[in-house]
């Protein structure tokens, strides 16, 4: 047994950790070590990816490229891989994954298992979109091989099901064609909701990547950074800067504070805003600015930290982000990693899947204790009354009655879960 540790760094549970290799021996490994769960790299932020004092089945080793057909876009890879390492090997060759969340440090199975969204939800949907085929394991030794037009049931349930169904052990996914690795990009600055939300609404025709950073300790007045991109016919461009940066250490506690907050996001505020307008970049620090700052968890300090990241319609979209955002000031607390978006109107592929038309706000926060929670509580309350829901791959301590509320289909869902399969969240929201 040993301590594992989700990307919040909220706790350090005891696991059995058993890595799992290759796609023959999966099935034996899992048969043989009941109560377990699907462990990619580890950057979910809450619990759904933990199973204290039970088994983590670890999968990046499964980290293998299987079949590349090079005319048609299609890759088949085991479950483990990063989505880094296939954007590294195929951006060059004119191929670029459709979708991609806010980090490219994770696995496949892990994308799969969260239905991750990137910038670009109005245009291309969530991750699972692009899934043609998946090959599962369960623990009573079935092998199921589920697609959008084979066994769509399994398919849906496995898309956003958090690694309840099984074991993705490989994957068929669909890529797209691109020029290169650069995109054009428009940076404009704003100062009210009002301007945020004519900008989503008007650059969704015309861009298929849009997003804002939000300055939370503003309330009501908002002002943020909207930025907006779309994939360069550029045939060369600027290099993604070299060297990696590590959070060298833990603090005794936490960089991101009252004293902190207020200085940073007013720097970075006018910062941006003296470099607005249109540029050439490179798809990494566009997509990933964070990917740079290895460890970057680790400047939340020992208690670890907390996202809290929400979806509501868009007909109150407005009004439920203003009523957030004023909850956030009058509390005290904040986040500089604050980022408020749109979704199309798109139908989630999975059965619990999260992104949905409407506005989606998330927020860091350090773990403040009872303070923290205070906070979340009166944010549920106004997700809640918007008809919202909250985001599990993000979550750790959601009311079971919220998520029921949020996921509408969960009643579809339960008879797919793999009964030899558990989470903390699991056991947390459905009870086992």
Request: proline share 7%; net charge positive.
């Amino acid at each position: 047994m040993r301590p594992v540790q989700s990307w919040g760094r909220l706790s350090a549970d005891l696991h059995e950790v058993v890595r799992l290799e290759h796609p023959s021996t999966v099935l034996s490994q899992v048969k043989a070590c009941p109560s377990g769960l699907a462990f990619g790299n580890g950057r979910s932020y809450g619990d759904v990816g933990l199973n204290p004092g039970g088994v983590l089945w670890t999968t990046t080793g499964l980290d293998h490229l299987i079949a590349w057909d090079a005319a048609n876009g299609r890759l088949q890879c085991e479950a483990g891989v990063l989505l880094r390492d296939i954007q590294r090997v195929l951006v060059p060759q004119g191929w670029m994954l459709p979708v991609t969340p806010g980090t490219q440090l994770i696995t496949v199975g892990g994308a799969i298992a969260n239905d991750v969204h990137g910038k670009n939800h109005h245009a291309l949907g969530s991750f699972g979109d692009h899934v043609r085929r998946l090959w599962l394991v369960r623990t009573d030794g079935q092998l199921i091989e589920c697609g959008p037009d084979l066994q769509p049931d399994w398919f849906a349930a496995t898309v956003g099901g958090m690694g309840l169904t099984g074991v993705v052990v490989k994957v068929e996914l669909q890529l797209r064609r691109v020029t290169g690795p650069w995109m054009d990009t428009d940076t404009l600055p704003y100062g009210s909701l009002d301007e945020f939300f004519s900008l989503a609404d008007n650059s969704e025709a015309g861009w298929e990547h849009t997003v804002s950073w939000i300055d939370c300790l503003a309330g009501e007045a908002a002002r943020g950074i909207f930025m907006r991109a779309n994939l360069s016919q550029a045939g060369i461009g600027p290099k993604p800067r070299g060297g990696r940066r590590r959070m060298p250490f833990t603090p005794p506690l936490s960089l991101v504070n009252r004293l902190s907050l207020r200085p940073f996001n007013w720097a970075y505020y006018h910062l941006k805003r003296q470099g607005a307008g249109r540029a050439l970049a490179h798809y990494e620090p566009f997509n990933y600015p964070l990917d740079n700052l290895l460890e970057w968890n680790r400047m939340y300090g020992p208690r670890g930290f907390y996202q809290y990241q929400s979806v509501v319609p868009r007909t109150v979209g407005p009004d439920a982000t203003k009523a957030m955002l004023r909850e956030i000031a009058r509390s005290g607390e904040g986040s500089f990693l604050a980022v408020l978006k749109t979704f199309g109107d798109r139908p989630s592929t999975g059965l619990l899947g999260f992104p949905r038309a409407g506005v989606t706000l998330a927020l860091d926060f350090p773990n403040r204790g009872e303070r923290t929670m205070r906070l979340f509580e009166r944010l549920d309350a106004v997700v809640r009354e918007a008809g919202g829901a909250l985001y599990p791959a993000k979550d750790a301590r959601m009311p079971r009655d919220m998520f029921e509320a949020g996921y509408p289909r969960l009643p579809e869902f339960l008879p797919f879960r793999d009964p030899g399969i558990s989470s903390a969240m699991s056991r947390r929201l459905m009870g086992s």
